[in-house]
């Protein structure tokens, strides 16, 4: 352990600047957006455990756990990587993209330790009361749909977790305040821009928590004699898919951070950039309204304008930052002279740097997998062949456990070099760990979209080859959970990697001097004004594929659609 | 922004930037002509609000109290299925109807959340306390279908299932 050796590197204001991203670094920041980072990779450790016991199960050929076992880990793993993974990281981020991208101290500094120890708490509480659950305390899941009950301690803990997270981004808010006091006609750089749209969208989420967890809890315990079942689905969605909004626009926000830092990208458009992020924060929560397109319900009217008209919105938005950011990092590129043809740029880029191949995938797998099954399942009549199926899980991994995993795994590279000051450990570990664990969930993603839509099997289960006293089962899909299973181990063990890369790091980590941390890019500015130099004609071709793969994918589930509906026929 | 080098790269962007910007919107208005096309010209409709009931009496609420959970021939090839879900069994569990029925399946459920999916066709809907689900199929080839309860309703969730045999006596 070398953790109190590291040279004092602040000045007397408390602040250091970064030689790398040119940022200064103040004390107060700094310390807390470790204690976030560790606490996340802490919850991914579990999460990950988690994971693998999930994924032995479902892959019946070895049927690890029993049912009541597998519910358990299930919501075990949720909420450790769904949750907790996630929403420490994102506070770590909201100060990176405040007050460290803005040169300011973290304001109030005694709030985010109170929010850290309110949100570890309550994680604990949470966890404490799925360990502890058994009948008549169902366990959660990620869903805990009222009217079934789960441990009173479940709901207190989530409305005390929504409180944490709150207080733990109240420093960031009173950042941005304080910057748009002191400097109101300068504009917010366009990561701490990222951030604060990515906060306002979390605190429509966490108070849609709040009105669904609060009466939830009084309900439980027995103060309000009953809950509508309608009521909770629509509002639990406002957290319960709020929250994964904002992983994405926080991945966004990495994205261009990290293709900036590790790629040598540039903005190519900030309005246009800005715009779509605005575009986020008016359209993506009412996308959320999808989970409950196969409700009786609602109306077609209400389905037709949330999930599709409204979704559309944030849609566009999305495809605007899948052209920017690469359209960023190719114009960069040619422009420092880092490589010329239609992918010359993308061809000399530092694969070898785990920040900058983690991202990478990130973005590539985001778009391919999460973003294209996004768009097909929030659709009305085509979420009929994926409700509730294993194609479900299989979207929400291609969004999160490849797309925003991946890019908080490359954000955690660079900080290890940028906050810790520490150099890798196994570097050779390092560089291959975002291929190894993009391949490995990659291809668990696939699967579990095919089982899904294929064979219709259902998510949430831990026994389909075997229905007794009927004649039909779902054993065809079973290679195909062969597949899964096989690679689900990889994929954890990939994990492990980063964390062993991680950990190992910060414990016996050489402290590394900032000339010899990352790639920089400050020497190569070329000056010229050659078409060459600027063309984006690589990233058109890539995002026209892109175009090309989702409307490919729309029409060959609307044929798959047809012979069920008998259209045509 | 005198800076050429930047002006100029704006300029480019902003061409790229339109071309892929409208080829984007174009796609999602035809998305969205699909959706409408679907659900006004071709009726591919979802199943809607089919009216509440207290989920404290559903056994004495109709259709659920009489005639109670079956399947009944509501016409020549035509057949309703009152269906009850409840923590973990659904009623009936087995259900059969001639092949070329047109089958209406009237359902909700007893307790908690449960999930109606029958294998091989597009009903896949939610059974809700306090919501009616109505939903039509007609099924044309002999065969047999399972359904699976697909949202978690407690510890016997995996043991909630039934099958619907469609059997080719029908008439048509």
Same mark, same amino acid.
């Given at each position: ?293 196969a409700d009786p319900v ?272 | ?7 100029? #790269?704006?300029?480019? $962007? +902003? *061409? ?13 208005? /035809? ?16 199943p809607s609000?089919e ?32 269906l009850?879900s409840?923590?973990? #069994?659904?009623?009936? $569990? +087995? *259900? ?9 399946f009237v359902g909700t459920s /007893?307790?908690?959340?449960h999930?109606f ?6 009903v896949?809907v939610m059974m809700i306390?306090?919501q009616v689900t109505k939903i ?37």
């Open positions: 352990m070398n953790l109190a050796l590291l040279s004092a590197p602040y000045d007397e204001d408390g602040f250091r600047s970064c030689s790398v991203t040119g940022l200064k670094l103040h004390r107060s920041a700094e310390r807390p957006v470790k204690l976030f980072v560790i606490t996340a990779v802490v919850a991914m450790v579990l999460g990950g455990i988690a994971a693998l016991l999930v994924a032995l199960t479902r892959w019946e050929a070895v049927g690890l756990l029993p049912a009541a076992d597998f519910y358990k880990w299930l919501s075990v793993h949720a909420w450790s990587l769904l949750i907790f993974w996630m929403v420490f990281m994102e506070i770590a981020i909201l100060y990176v993209g405040g007050p460290m991208v803005l040169g300011r101290k973290l304001p109030a500094p005694k709030l985010a330790w109170t929010g850290w120890s309110l949100m570890v708490g309550s994680a604990g509480l949470i966890l404490y009361a799925v360990w502890v659950s058994s009948p008549p305390n169902y366990q959660p899941l990620l869903t805990s749909y009222a009217p079934l009950e789960s441990h009173p301690l479940f709901y207190l803990g989530a409305i005390l977790f929504i409180l944490g997270a709150v207080v733990a981004a109240l420093p960031f808010f009173t950042s941005i305040w304080q910057e748009k006091v002191e400097n109101p006609d300068r504009s917010l750089p366009l990561v701490t821009f990222g951030a604060f749209m990515t906060s306002i969208i979390a605190l429509e989420a966490l108070l849609g928590g709040l009105i669904t967890y609060v009466p939830t809890f009084l309900w439980r315990i027995g103060a309000l004699e009953s809950i509508d079942a309608s009521w909770y689905r629509q509002m639990y969605w406002t957290i319960g898919h709020g929250t994964q909004q904002i992983n994405l626009v926080a991945m966004i926000t990495v994205w261009y951070f990290m293709t900036y830092v590790a790629g040598g990208a540039e903005v190519i458009s900030e309005k246009v950039s800005r715009s779509a992020f605005i575009l986020y924060v008016f359209f993506i929560n009412l996308g959320a309204a999808h989970h409950i397109l609602v109306s077609s009217g209400w389905r037709m304008w949330n999930c599709s008209y409204a979704t559309y919105g944030a849609v566009l938005a999305s495809l605007i930052h899948a052209f920017s950011i690469p359209a960023g990092l190719e114009v960069g590129r040619r422009r420092k002279g880092l490589g010329d043809g239609w992918f010359g740029w993308l061809k000399s880029a530092p694969w070898s740097d785990p920040g900058f191949s983690a991202t990478t995938f990130s973005i590539i797998l985001f778009g391919f997998m999460g973003g294209i099954t996004g768009v097909l399942m929030g659709q009305m009549q085509l979420n009929t062949l994926r409700h509730n199926t294993f194609a479900v899980p299989g979207h929400f991994h291609g969004t999160v456990a490849v797309g925003t995993t991946l890019a908080f795994m490359g954000f955690a590279f660079y900080g290890i070099k940028l906050l810790f000051r520490r150099d890798w450990v196994a570097k050779w570990m390092a560089k291959a760990q975002p291929f190894f664990y993009a391949g490995a969930m990659g291809i668990v993603v696939l699967a579990m979209m095919d089982i899904g839509i294929i064979y219709g099997v259902p998510r949430r289960h831990p026994s389909v080859m075997d229905l007794p006293g009927t004649a039909f089962d779902f054993s065809a899909s079973a290679p195909l959970f062969g597949v899964m299973g096989v690679t689900a181990v990889l994929a954890v063990l990939a994990g492990a990697a980063f964390v062993i890369v991680a950990v190992g790091s910060l414990l016996f980590g050489e402290e590394t001097r900032p000339s010899e941390m990352l790639p920089d890019y400050s020497g190569l500015e070329t000056v010229g004004t050659s078409a060459h130099l600027t063309s984006m004609r690589g990233t058109a071709a890539l995002t026209a594929f892109l175009l090309f793969v989702l409307g490919l994918f729309y029409a060959v589930d609307w044929m798959w659609l047809a012979r069920l509906w008998e259209f045509g026929a | 922004m005198e800076d050429p080098v930047v002006q100029r #790269r704006e300029e480019i $962007a +902003e *061409i790229y930037e339109k071309g892929f910007l409208a080829l984007s919107a174009v796609m999602l208005v /035809a998305f969205l002509g699909a959706l409408a096309y679907a659900a006004f010209a071709m009726n591919i409709e979802l609000d009216g509440q009931l207290n989920p404290r009496e559903v056994r004495q609420t109709e259709p659920f109290s009489d005639p109670g959970p079956g399947v009944y021939q509501t016409g020549p090839n035509e057949y309703r299925v009152v009850m409840s923590a973990w #069994r659904f009623n009936p $569990a +087995e *259900i059969e109807v001639p092949a070329g029925s047109e089958v209406t /007893a307790d908690v959340l999930g999916h029958i294998e091989g066709t597009r896949n306390p306090g039509t199929y007609t099924f044309r080839e002999p065969g047999q279908h399972d359904f699976v309860c697909h949202e978690y309703c407690g510890i016997g969730h995996h043991q909630m299932y039934g099958e619907l045999t469609v059997t080719s006596g029908g008439e048509g």
